[in-house]
């Protein structure tokens, strides 16, 4: 057992300069944890408007509907807000959107 360890010892001084710089790099490798760079439980709310809908923390569409008061007769319509086509309104023809 005494000679393992020392063989071990000796092949760990004799190691290549690089690899001894790496592993002094990283650090005592028992009893340590390192720290995230982003917080998982609490996201900035910036950042998770601008990734996509799928890849949220929650998932959540980016299209919503809208209530549209009709300036003319004060009609309330409902519409889509990724519309894709000229929305009336039902009492005066007047464009909404």
Do not use: W
Not at 25 to 53: F, Y
Not at 60 to 74: R, T
């Amino acid at each position: 057992l005494a000679q393992a360890i020392l063989a071990q010892d000796i092949l760990a001084r004799k190691r290549h300069p690089a690899c001894a710089a790496r592993s002094e790099a990283r650090g005592p490798e028992q009893g340590s944890l390192g720290t995230m760079d982003i917080d998982l439980l609490n996201p900035d709310p910036r950042e998770e408007r601008t990734k996509h809908k799928l890849k949220r923390m929650i998932q959540s569409p980016n299209s919503f509907f809208m209530d549209v008061k009709c300036p003319g007769c004060l009609q309330i319509t409902t519409v889509y807000s990724h519309a894709q086509t000229v929305v009336l309104c039902g009492n005066c023809n007047q464009m909404l959107c």
